[in-house]
């Protein structure tokens, strides 16, 4: 995914209207096949559910402090440490005040935790780790633990940065955020997940 591209496609204004409320748009950034309601879908492919389909993560179509939350889940790691913080950047630009950004990245903690409890089988976790590799965007290029994804919303100027849980948020367990992996009886949580406000 590119972090700014100069083609710039069309929101398709479909059934956005149910999508907004007093705080503002709600952006679904990556959202792949999961549809969670009350959300603007952006994701590079086009499914049914998507209401801009581009690769281009400007967010050019919205007008700065318009946006009450933005939701990424295991997109983050898919860029670079420098385009990943120019990326938390332009969100704070887009965020309203007191506006969130609440991310779900693969946890390198959790994933080492469990390469190590599942006697090395690293075929559990490569993809987790380096992503499913199985269309153009989907490899990842940086990696998180707790302290590195809260100091880097912190240089981004976000402040109470904390986890989150998909039940509280009305995001619901339909992605990666709160998915585990199995092997046998055996499951495996590997999501790092994180919000903060916009001050």
Not at 19 to 32: A, E, F, K, M, N
Request: hydrophobic residues 35%.
């Amino acid at each position: 995914m590119k972090l700014v591209n100069h083609f710039k496609r069309k929101l398709n204004k479909k059934k956005l209207d149910h999508h907004t409320d007093p705080d503002g748009l709600r952006i679904h950034i990556g959202c792949g096949d999961s549809d969670i309601p009350g959300w603007v879908n952006i994701d590079a492919r086009g499914f049914r559910h998507v209401h801009l389909c581009t690769d281009d993560l400007s967010l050019a179509q919205f007008a700065d402090r318009s946006l009450s939350k933005i939701y990424l889940c295991h997109v983050l790691e898919h860029f670079d440490f420098n385009d990943s913080k120019k990326l938390l950047e332009l969100f704070f630009l887009k965020l309203k005040s007191r506006g969130e950004v609440i991310i779900s990245v693969p946890d390198f903690e959790l994933v080492c935790d469990g390469y190590l409890r599942s006697s090395k089988k690293l075929s559990i976790f490569r993809h987790a780790l380096m992503g499913g590799q199985d269309y153009p965007h989907n490899y990842h290029k940086s990696v998180y633990d707790f302290r590195t994804l809260e100091e880097q919303l912190n240089q981004c100027g976000y402040a109470g940065v904390q986890r989150w849980f998909p039940s509280r948020e009305g995001i619901g367990e339909t992605d990666w955020a709160a998915r585990k992996l199995r092997s046998g009886l055996n499951f495996y949580e590997i999501s790092l997940n994180l919000k903060g406000y916009k001050p």
